[in-house]
Structures are given as C-alpha cells and as structure tokens.
C-alpha cells in the first residue's frame, strides 16, 4: 500500500500567518493517464472531513482562495496563506493512483 | 445540493454483521463518472477507506478487509449499503459514506457519520 508522510503532526499558527503542511508517498502518485490524483481534505472538530484540493492543485468549488496545493510525484504541499480562525482542525492528504486509497496520518492545526 | 447521510445498528456484539446505509440526495448513481464510498475513522484516530461502488456497478474492496466486506446499491431508492461480516472491536469507529466523482476518486460531499461500537 501507498504511505502517505503528513509534516508537521501538529501546526500551530497566529491569525494571518501563513503555513504549509507536507504530504510524502512511498510511490509516485502519476497516473498512467497523465494525472495526479492527490487530495487535501480538512477535518474540523466535531464534523465530517471535507474536500479542500484535488488532484493536486485543484481548488474545490466553494474553498477559499487562500488554500492552495502543489507537488508532483512524491512530494505535495498544502499552504494556507493567511490562516484564519476558521481554518482550525486536521488536515489530511489522501492518494487515488494506486489501490487501495489511502490517507496520511494528519496534521492538526491550531490557532495561537 | 449533494446530500448524504449513514445509518446503522449504533452497538453490535463481536462476531455480528454490522450493516451500514448511506442514503443520498442531489445525484443519481445511475450517472456516469458518480461513485460512492465507505471510509471509517475510529475514535482519535485517522480515515480508512472501505470500499467504492460505481454507477456501473463496479466495485472495489480494501484488501486488509476484503473477505469481510460487500458494498451493494439501489440505485432507484438512492442508497448504498456496506455490510461488514465478523465484526470485532477493533471495528468500532464512525463510519462516513461520500459520494465520489471520477476517475480520481474525488470524494466531495461526506454524510455526517454513524457511530458503531462493538462491545459484549
């Protein structure tokens, strides 16, 4: 199975900071088809995750601007320029190349 | 508006099947490219996934529980089913459908979860 590395376990930032959050795969994550299929979704406290970016840098419809997701074939990166007091709870990428899906471990971001 | 929401038993005893329904609004699973998906999160813990039906009635299993596992549909009542046979403890956890769009398995709209606890 594919492993998914999220750094830092634990992020804690100040309102308007900026902060990325580190996704590593034991395998490249580029499809046969061209596409990479790597996904961040947010998991707030107390609520079912939801869906941030898709295949890599796509931004789902309805997420701010201020997130945004980069990488290719092994390493990506979430970054949220200006965290805002909203934006607290686990991050987790999440791999669709290769059976069986599979999620990194997270990374909880706090606010100071 | 794209809703889904699980229902199961809330507490069932080791050795049970544990048997899960994810009913759905806003699409069809009869639609081309449209999937659904069982993901389960214990307590504290992260997000596994299951299993993947399709609108063609394709399916897909997570090895690790493989023989345990069957995902069904009914298309014209809007619901997928998960059905975990031999359940034990370490089945306990929240279990999340989502409906999934495309080939990259993008799941974009989650249900709120069912809490199942297996205890004696």
């Known amino acids: 199975d594919v492993v998914l590395t999220q750094t830092p376990p634990t992020l804690s930032a100040t309102i308007g900071q900026s902060v990325s959050i580190s996704c590593r795969s034991s395998q490249s994550l580029l499809d046969s088809d061209g596409d990479t299929y790597l996904n961040w979704l947010l998991q707030r406290p107390g609520q079912s995750p939801q869906l941030l970016i898709y295949s890599v840098s796509n931004l789902e419809s309805g997420v701010p601007n201020r997130f945004s997701g980069s990488g290719s074939e092994t390493d990506f990166t979430l970054k949220i320029s200006g965290v805002e007091a909203e934006d607290l709870g686990v991050y987790y990428c999440m791999q669709a190349t290769h059976a069986p899906l599979t999620f990194g471990s997270g990374t909880k971001l706090e606010i100071k | 508006q794209v809703t889904l929401k699980e229902s199961g038993p809330g507490i069932l005893q080791p050795s049970q099947t544990l048997s899960l329904t994810c009913t759905f609004s806003g699409f069809s699973l009869s639609t081309y490219g449209m999937g659904v998906g069982w993901i389960r999160q214990p307590s504290g813990k992260g997000l596994e996934w299951l299993a993947n039906?399709?609108?063609?009635?394709?399916?897909y299993y997570n090895p690790s529980l493989k023989n345990r596992l069957t995902i069904s549909k009914d298309t014209s009542n809007n619901q997928a089913f998960l059905k975990i046979t031999n359940v034990d403890t370490a089945d306990t956890a929240t279990y999340y459908c989502?409906?999934?769009?495309?080939?990259?398995?993008?799941?974009?709209?989650w249900g709120q979860g069912a809490s199942v606890t297996v205890s004696s």
């Open positions: 039906i399709w609108w063609d009635d394709d399916k």
């Open positions: 989502a409906r999934i769009v495309g080939t990259g398995h993008v799941m974009d709209a």
